[in-house]
Nanobody, 119 residues
Framework: QVQLVESGGGSALAGGSVRLSCAAS??????YSWFRQAPGKEREGVAA???????SYADSVKGRFTISKDNAKKTLYLQMNGLKPADTGMYYC????????????????WGQGTQVTVS
């Protein structure tokens, strides 16, 4: 079965760093992404990486976050540096065929989420 499991979330101070991981199993998709959602707000795309390793980022995180993957370990990562309180939210990894990678509706498979709180 397809399964995505996030880990690595927690609390951090502003300016700090957190690395999230997403262990994937069951199938290899073209695109893997990280989304986040704060209370009362819509889910937004944070970063995406395609089968060629090409990454894309939301403007709000460019220069601070890095998405990567280890194909052998079937694990997706999100390195978050220079954290801001606005980065607080539930972070989800998602897998899909590609296309509009920043749109949540493009993905059919999601992890359960991991909370990141920055203060």
């Amino acid at each position: 079965q397809v399964q995505l499991v996030e880990s690595g979330g927690g609390s951090a101070l502003a300016g700090g760093s957190v690395r999230l991981s997403c262990a994937a199993s069951g199938y290899t998709f073209n695109t893997y992404s990280w989304f986040r959602q704060a209370p009362g707000k819509e889910r937004e795309g944070v970063a995406a990486i395609d089968s060629d390793g090409i990454a894309s980022y939301a403007d709000s995180v460019k220069g601070r976050f890095t998405i990567s993957k280890d194909n052998a370990k079937k694990t997706l990562y999100l390195q978050m540096n220079g954290l801001k309180p606005a980065d607080t939210g539930m972070y989800y990894c998602a897998a899909g065929p590609g296309g509009l990678v920043s749109v949540a509706a493009s993905y059919k498979y999601w992890g359960q989420g991991t909370q990141v709180t920055v203060s």
